[in-house]
Nanobody
């Protein structure tokens, strides 16, 4: 039972990336999923979350309007679509399934010109 993130990389400002959180050993559809990131010298920052289904979404003010969380149930995956990336978005990104107390290993996003 685990979740694994992928999709990070080094990109220039203004570019988009899509992060994936793939679950194995359980059905992710039945759980809410939270995305966090950890900035340099800072604590963990909540990026956004999706509760069960897609009816309720929350985004931090710092990413609102640029980031979008959505599911693909067939792939047992939750995605974090990140548009118009900025250098301040640079961080390792983690997905979390709170009710399972599961964390992935993280995927690094670096935004730099």
């Amino acid at each position: 039972v685990k979740v694994v993130e992928s999709g990070g990389g080094l990109v220039e400002p203004g570019v988009s990336l899509r992060l994936s959180c793939v679950a194995s050993g359980f059905t992710l559809t039945h759980y809410g999923v939270t995305w966090y990131r950890r900035g340099t010298g800072e604590g963990r920052e909540l990026v956004g979350f999706m509760i069960i289904g897609e009816d309720t979404l929350f985004y931090a003010d710092s990413v609102k309007g640029r980031f979008h969380i959505y599911r693909d149930n067939a792939e047992n995956t939750v995605f974090l679509q990140m548009n118009d990336l900025k250098p301040k978005d640079t961080a390792p990104y983690f997905c979390n399934v709170p009710l399972r107390d599961l964390w992935g290993q993280g995927t690094q996003v670096t935004v730099s010109s």
